[in-house]
Each structure stands twice: as structure tokens, then as C-alpha cells.
């Protein structure tokens, strides 16, 4: 796994650093900083957490859940929040999900979230297929 220097990346919750609030909010997709459901970022004192409003709760709750999980494990790793904006926004910005990408530098990381969030939308009593015709929906002409 690689290993970044955070120097230039904003700041960044450490293994021994005190929690940071963390902040969620739903908002509609065209307002996300990119074409995506799910972003986080850090700033001085909080972590950033948006979600793409969709129809169900519940799939909001699975992309929470994905993004909380992927967040948690690159602070974990080492992996600093502009490493994944650096891949999202560039070398992985044609591709439909850039963290299952093998070159994502957080790849390993977004594979553990996305198999927490199938579990969720497993147990919540909800169809993957149909989870996956709603985020879709959203992008018109292909995300």
C-alpha cells in the first residue's frame, strides 16, 4: 500500500488525534463537487461528509455508511484525503467508480466500504439492482 505525506493535503486525523465532529449532509447530486453520491474532506476542525439525496433513506444511509467506513480506513492507513480527491477528480474521473480502480490509491480501503454497504443494503431489506438503478438515475446520459 502506499504511503503519502499528508504535507500539503489540509489537515488530517491521526491515529492518536482527538476525534473531529463529523458533519453530514444530504444534498442534491448537482451540488457535489464532482460527479459522485458520496465525498468527504476535512477541514481545520471537522470532517466534511456529503451524500447525494436519493428516494430511499436507506440508500443514503448505505453511501453514508461507505464514505464513514473509506474515510476511517485511509485516516487508518495514512492515505490523505487529497491522494482520493487527486485520483477521483483526475486519472479517475472517466470511470464509473474510481476507488474500484486497482491504480486508486485507495482502492483496498473503498473495496472494504463497498462490501459494508452491500451489507447494509442487504440487511435494510433492499435490492442491490434496484440501489444501483437509483444512484444511476442520477446521472442522466451516464455517471
Known amino acids: 500500500m502506499p504511503v503519502f505525506n499528508s504535507k500539503g493535503c489540509g489537515t488530517h486525523v491521526g491515529e492518536d488525534d482527538p476525534m473531529k465532529d463529523i458533519h453530514v449532509k444530504f444534498i442534491p447530486v448537482h451540488e457535489m463537487r464532482y460527479e459522485t453520491v458520496g465525498d468527504y474532506w476535512e477541514t481545520e476542525d471537522s470532517i466534511e461528509v456529503r451524500?447525494?439525496?436519493l428516494p430511499r433513506a436507506s440508500y443514503m444511509y448505505a453511501i453514508m455508511i461507505h464514505e464513514l467506513v473509506?474515510?476511517?480506513l485511509?485516516?487508518?492507513y495514512g492515505i490523505p484525503d487529497c491522494a482520493v480527491d487527486?485520483?477521483?477528480?483526475?486519472e479517475g474521473a472517466d470511470l464509473d467508480e474510481p476507488g474500484e480502480d486497482p491504480r486508486a490509491p485507495y482502492h483496498a480501503n473503498h473495496m472494504k466500504a463497498d462490501s459494508m454497504e452491500r451489507e447494509f443494503i442487504l440487511y435494510a431489506g433492499e435490492d442491490w439492482i434496484e440501489y444501483g438503478d437509483a444512484i444511476e438515475a442520477l446521472f442522466p446520459g451516464g455517471e
Request: aromatic share 8%; glycine share 8%; charged share 35%.
Open 70 to 72: 473509506e474515510k476511517a
Open 51 to 53: 451524500i447525494a439525496i
Open 74 to 76: 485511509n485516516d487508518r
Open 86 to 90: 487527486a485520483f477521483d477528480m483526475g
